[in-house]
């Protein structure tokens, strides 16, 4: 990806975080940005984006920062090309474990959706009908 730099407003911008969330994740160790100007200010990447907006993705799955930090860890491993064929194998295995959990969370929140379009409809039911 390229290595424009962008500073962390048009970041929050693009990505739908707020400047406060996304100075959190670089504070927590699991965004931060790739460089800093000569005035201080952070400065982000179109990597970095990628990486905030997966880690905006992992959110609604309930991973903890920890476990978060861990998958970014693996992902990132994963893009090694040197890695021998034992840590590559690890690596795939705890991937397949966040793959699995996410699936898993998937289907309880297709199950809450569900649940709350049966309410919104009902809501819909005890409405009256429109006038003419």
Do not use: N, W
């Amino acid at each position: 990806m390229g290595h424009k730099h962008m500073q962390i407003g048009e970041v929050s911008a693009r990505t739908g975080l707020s400047l406060r969330t996304i100075r959190h994740y670089e504070e927590v160790g699991l965004a931060p940005p790739s460089a800093r100007s000569q005035g201080g200010f952070r400065l982000y990447t179109e990597d970095d984006v990628a990486r905030l907006l997966a880690i905006r993705r992992m959110k609604p799955l309930g991973f903890s920062l920890e476990e978060m930090r861990d998958l970014l860890s693996v992902l990132d491993a994963l893009d090694s090309p040197d890695l021998s064929a034992e840590r590559r194998a690890e690596l795939t295995r705890r991937l397949a474990e966040y793959r699995a959990r996410a699936d898993r969370r998937c289907a309880e929140l297709r199950d809450l959706l569900a649940e709350a379009e049966r309410f919104a409809a009902e809501l819909s039911d005890r409405l009256p009908p429109p006038r003419s």
